[in-house]
């Protein structure tokens, strides 16, 4: 009987309730929402964008809706963190939770995320449908909750998944998809230099071996084919309009600067200012800037070299430099020991400062569609020039590198003031941690190693950063995510 009572009131402890209350059952509250759970969508997130050679733009879209969907749910149990609906251009509004109901928060996030994520990556590739699901499945399963807790949380979750989805629909993301874009024509205007080995690097994913000819890989220019050009693995079908591979034949997303922003209000805001004019004169202004490239490409030094494939981060072969910057701030984590109402506030304003960031830039580089340094090397200084990276599909001015680490250093700033820290996004793949005297500086470091590749004029990243510091700064201003704001 001993035995039997101490069990008992073992329980009643354990449950958290008295005797008077043991009529209404065990209910004791769920455990508060671990950052892992969110952490571990980042880096999910980062492997379907590499798996599925998402570009940087649209790359930036979805890391963006994926973590509004997992700062909803944490923020909707939280008493400390501000929904973001009515904050963000065109959320009105979003379900909320039923009063005096019991969630677990964990079950709520993680819910809402997978049901994000399979309408955005509705037409992926089965593995990344799969994994999307293994992911939200495993976390759900793993608190444990209660039936009619389990059934309640899942439920909301998945209503404010559904509800982020339509209004990413609103976003003209559909509208811009297959629409023609006829480039402008003469000496100061950008031309794709895109070359076949490039193809290779680009076509890896998740599914098959299989190699089609409608590839772009298998379009090349008479006597440039090769055997190891042809071979193409796991090819994409061109019927794929919301997730369709980087194609380096074309141009890279010449309509995105018409996207609804997250923050910003027009793309004046934070407008750069015109590039030099244009000029092939020794003296110029222009000529000068293309100088610069020219001579840092014929002088690299081996630090400068690995500084510029570190920050490559190439579709394909990586979850894009947005991906970086995410998985840097998901490193954060454990470092800086954030819990996950911190962790949730710094993916959401970190990934909507760079989504912005894209489209800022994107707005810029086709008005000004400005000729890239390798065209312009070839054609005025020297026909054999190359640079060391191969130059992506889009035009120059303004680097999208400065302006999306601008962007995301400013933010990470702004929440944790100037700080060193390790960069070991690549260490997967060989390279050595990097470490850092301050988020600036990484952006700094990124935005020069653009020019090491030779692809971008000095003042391309020079502006560049201005142009991410001052997203950085509106979305800081404008998203209020503590309820004391």
Same mark, same amino acid.
């Given at each position: 009987?001993?035995?039997?009572?101490?069990?008992?009131?073992?329980? *009643?402890?354990?449950?958290?309730?008295?005797?008077?209350?043991?009529?209404?059952?065990?209910?004791?509250?769920?455990?508060?929402?671990?950052?892992?759970?969110?952490?571990?969508?980042?880096? =999910?997130?980062?492997?379907?964008?590499?798996?599925?050679?998402?570009?940087?733009?649209?790359?930036?879209?979805?890391?963006?809706?994926?973590?509004? =969907?997992?700062?909803?749910?944490?923020?909707? $149990?939280?008493?400390?963190?501000?929904?973001?609906?009515?904050?963000?251009?065109? *959320?009105?509004?979003?379900?909320?939770?039923?009063?005096?109901?019991?969630?677990?928060?964990?079950?709520?996030?993680?819910?809402?995320?997978?049901?994000?994520?399979k309408v955005l990556f509705k037409e992926g590739l089965p593995a990344t449908q799969v994994a999307i699901d293994q992911l939200g499945d495993?976390? !759900?399963?793993?608190?444990?909750?209660?039936?009619?807790?389990?059934?309640?949380?899942?439920?909301?979750?998945?209503?404010?998944? /559904?509800?982020?989805?339509? &209004? @990413?629909?609103?976003?003209?993301?559909?509208?811009?998809?297959?629409?023609?874009?006829?480039?402008?024509?003469?000496?100061?205007? &950008?031309?794709?230099?895109?070359?076949?080995?490039?193809?290779?690097?680009?076509?890896?994913?998740?599914?098959?071996?299989?190699?089609?000819?409608?590839?772009?890989?298998?379009?090349?220019?008479?006597?440039?084919?090769?055997?190891?050009?042809?071979?193409?693995?796991?090819?994409?079908?061109?019927?794929?309009?919301?997730?369709?591979? /980087?194609?380096?034949?074309? @141009?890279?997303?010449?309509? &995105?600067?018409?996207?609804?922003?997250?923050?910003?209000?027009?793309?004046?805001?934070?407008?750069?200012?015109?590039?030099?004019?244009?000029?092939?004169?020794?003296?110029?202004?222009?000529?000068?800037?293309?100088? =610069?490239?020219?001579?840092?490409?014929?002088?690299?030094?081996?630090?400068?070299?690995? !500084?510029?494939?570190?920050?490559?981060?190439?579709?394909?072969?990586?979850?894009?430099?947005? $991906?970086?910057?995410?998985?840097?701030?998901?490193?954060?984590?454990?470092? *800086?020991? /954030?819990?996950?109402?911190?962790?949730?506030?710094?993916?959401?304003?970190?990934?909507?400062?760079?989504?912005?960031?894209?489209?800022?830039?994107? #707005?810029?580089?086709?008005?000004?569609?400005?000729?890239?340094?390798?065209?312009?090397?070839?054609?005025?200084?020297?026909?054999? &020039?190359?640079?060391?990276?191969?130059?992506?599909?889009?035009?120059?001015?303004?680097?999208?590198?400065?302006?999306?680490?601008?962007?995301? @250093?400013?933010?990470?700033?702004?929440?944790?003031?100037?700080?060193?820290?390790?960069?070991?996004? #690549?260490?997967?793949?060989?390279?050595?941690?990097?470490?850092?005297?301050?988020?600036?500086?990484?952006?700094?470091?990124?935005?020069?190693?653009?020019?090491?590749?030779?692809? #971008?004029?000095?003042?391309?990243?020079?502006?560049?950063?201005?142009?991410?510091?001052?997203?950085?700064?509106?979305?800081?201003?404008?998203?209020?995510?503590?309820?004391?704001?």
């Amino acid at each position: 009987m001993i035995g039997e009572g101490s069990m008992l009131k073992r329980g *009643l402890v354990g449950c958290g309730i008295v005797v008077v209350a043991a009529s209404m059952g065990c209910r004791v509250a769920p455990p508060p929402v671990d950052a892992r759970i969110l952490t571990d969508w980042m880096r =999910a997130q980062y492997a379907l964008v590499r798996a599925e050679r998402l570009s940087p733009p649209v790359a930036s879209r979805v890391f963006a809706y994926g973590a509004v =969907a997992l700062y909803e749910g944490v923020a909707a $149990g939280s008493p400390r963190l501000r929904s973001l609906a009515g904050q963000l251009n065109g *959320l009105t509004e979003l379900p909320r939770p039923q009063p005096r109901e019991r969630y677990d928060w964990a079950i709520v996030a993680a819910s809402a995320e997978t049901t994000l994520l399979k309408v955005l990556f509705k037409e992926g590739l089965p593995a990344t449908q799969v994994a999307i699901d293994q992911l939200g499945d495993s976390q !759900i399963a793993a608190r444990r909750a209660s039936r009619p807790v389990h059934d309640r949380s899942t439920a909301y979750g998945a209503a404010l998944g /559904l509800a982020i989805a339509d &209004w @990413a629909t609103g976003d003209r993301f559909p509208e811009t998809r297959g629409l023609a874009w006829k480039p402008p024509r003469g000496p100061r205007y &950008w031309v794709n230099t895109a070359e076949p080995q490039q193809y290779i690097s680009v076509s890896l994913s998740a599914q098959s071996e299989g190699v089609s000819l409608q590839n772009p890989a298998d379009t090349l220019t008479a006597g440039a084919a090769a055997e190891r050009s042809l071979i193409v693995s796991r090819p994409k079908s061109a019927r794929i309009k919301t997730l369709a591979a /980087l194609n380096p034949t074309g @141009a890279t997303e010449p309509y &995105w600067g018409r996207l609804r922003p997250f923050v910003l209000t027009s793309m004046d805001e934070c407008a750069p200012p015109p590039p030099p004019t244009y000029s092939e004169a020794p003296r110029s202004a222009f000529y000068r800037q293309v100088k =610069a490239v020219y001579d840092t490409g014929n002088t690299l030094t081996p630090e400068q070299r690995e !500084i510029a494939l570190y920050w490559a981060d190439n579709p394909g072969e990586s979850g894009t430099p947005p $991906g970086h910057w995410l998985l840097i701030a998901s490193q954060l984590v454990g470092e *800086l020991h /954030l819990d996950a109402e911190r962790t949730a506030e710094m993916l959401v304003l970190t990934s909507a400062a760079m989504a912005d960031a894209f489209i800022s830039c994107w #707005h810029e580089k086709f008005s000004w569609s400005l000729v890239r340094p390798v065209t312009y090397v070839r054609r005025v200084i020297d026909p054999r &020039w190359h640079t060391l990276i191969s130059t992506p599909p889009f035009p120059e001015y303004t680097a999208g590198h400065a302006v999306q680490s601008g962007a995301a @250093a400013g933010v990470l700033t702004a929440l944790f003031g100037d700080r060193p820290f390790a960069d070991s996004t #690549h260490v997967s793949i060989g390279r050595p941690v990097r470490r850092f005297a301050s988020f600036r500086a990484a952006a700094d470091e990124a935005a020069r190693s653009r020019l090491y590749g030779g692809l #971008h004029y000095p003042i391309s990243l020079q502006n560049g950063l201005a142009q991410g510091d001052c997203i950085a700064r509106k979305v800081v201003e404008r998203i209020k995510t503590r309820a004391s704001q």
